[in-house]
């Protein structure tokens, strides 16, 4: 059984920033990949970032140049530093691990306001 619980959402200014954290517990294959993804209302949900065990990042171009995201394979956590935030990243943000199987996490809401 595997869980992942993410932290950090909330309301921000625009341009402002937030960290995002996912923490996932339980049997987890030690080669995996993490990531965030994001849902807006009416949308689809959508890669926003994700790295591998080894540490290789893709991002969505969207988010270039703005969030990073990091892991800590120790603690079996992923972070996701978002910067110099626009009100269209707006959305509910979820973790989501993939080893043999595919898990998500309950959802954050981050909210940017004008």
């Known amino acids: 059984q595997v869980s992942l619980v993410e932290s950090g959402g909330g309301l921000v200014q625009a341009v402002g920033s937030l960290r995002l954290s996912c923490a996932a517990t339980?049997?987890?294959?030690?080669?995996?990949?993490m990531g965030w993804y994001r849902q807006a209302p009416g949308k689809q949900r959508e890669l926003v970032a994700r790295?591998?065990?080894?540490?290789?990042?893709t991002y969505s171009d969207s988010v270039k140049g703005r969030f990073t995201i990091s892991r800590d394979n120790a603690k079996n956590t992923v972070y996701l530093q978002m910067n110099s935030l626009k009100l269209e990243d707006t959305a509910v943000y979820y973790c989501?691990?993939?080893?043999?199987?595919?898990?998500w996490g309950q959802g954050t809401q981050v909210t940017v306001s004008s």
């Open positions: 790295i591998t065990h080894s540490g290789t990042t």
């Open positions: 989501n691990l993939k080893t043999r199987n595919d898990y």
């Open positions: 339980g049997s987890i294959f030690s080669i995996n990949l």
